[in-house]
């Protein structure tokens, strides 16, 4: 079974400031990361995701996180903030083979960006 | 870009009817889709993979008996709430895995049980 821990549930930051959403896993398999952006009443829509390779993975909107396997976690990261980038977001694993896609997410992190 | 679509989008009903949510996959096939739930101020919970063609497996504490899954096509999944009741109002989301490994997600539908 797989866990998520997103460390911080709610992150205000200012216009164009940098930001990091935290997020650490427990698997006792290999997994897959994944981070999604949810406005309100809105489905899930992907940001990036790690599945092998470059430990540093560039998703849409300017967005980057680290896959750090000896710390068990994938920050999720922007240099910039926009005032659109107010929402929240959920950092999610998988397992691979047969069970590929069923999702377990973290609690979520709603990001407040301030003008 | 792949697209699903999840119908309706918003719905309320009253206790004790049956509510059918639909999840439709427009521009692949889909043999696998997952169902999620989202109570309010939650994080989504896993609540059933569905398989076209066979049963749909359930994850453990989701009653099938109440949450009715078919996926009779490879486009086409549907959950239906049986005899909903307030506290199964939430939102429920689907996804559908294209190909190799691609996961996309429908825009939710939120269920109001009065």
């Known amino acids: 079974a797989q866990s998520v821990t997103q460390l911080d549930s709610q992150v205000p930051v200012f216009e164009e400031a940098p930001v990091e959403l935290r997020c650490n896993y427990s698997?006792?398999?290999?997994?897959?990361l994944f981070w999604y952006v949810q406005y309100p009443n809105q489905g899930l829509q992907l940001l990036l995701k790690?599945?092998?390779?470059?430990?540093l993975v560039k998703g849409i909107n300017g967005f980057e996180a680290e896959f750090n396997k000896s710390q068990t976690s994938f920050h999720l990261r922007k240099p910039s903030v926009h005032i659109s980038d107010t929402a929240e977001y959920f950092c999610?694993?998988?397992?691979?083979?047969?069970?590929?896609?069923?999702?377990?997410f973290g609690q979520g992190t709603i990001l407040t960006v301030h003008p | 870009g792949a697209v699903v679509s999840q119908h309706p989008s918003r719905v309320i009903c009253k206790s004790g009817t049956s509510v059918k949510i639909e999840c439709r996959s427009l521009?692949?096939?889909?043999?696998?889709m997952f169902w999620y739930r989202q109570f309010p101020k939650q994080s989504l919970m896993l609540m059933a993979t569905?398989?076209?063609?066979?049963?749909?497996?359930?994850e453990q504490g989701v009653e099938k008996d109440k949450f009715l899954i078919n996926h009779a096509s490879l486009t086409l999944s549907t959950l239906t709430v049986t005899s909903a009741h307030p506290e199964d109002s939430s939102f429920y989301i689907c996804?559908?895995?294209?190909?190799?490994?691609?996961?996309?997600f429908g825009e939710g539908s939120r269920l109001t049980v009065l």
């Open positions: 569905s398989n076209e063609g066979s049963k749909a497996t359930y």
């Open positions: 996804s559908a895995k294209y190909g190799g490994g691609e996961l996309f």
């Open positions: 698997s006792s398999v290999s997994v897959y």
């Open positions: 999610a694993v998988s397992a691979g083979g047969t069970s590929y896609g069923k999702l377990t």
């Open positions: 790690y599945l092998s390779g470059s430990t």
């Open positions: 521009d692949f096939q889909a043999t696998t």
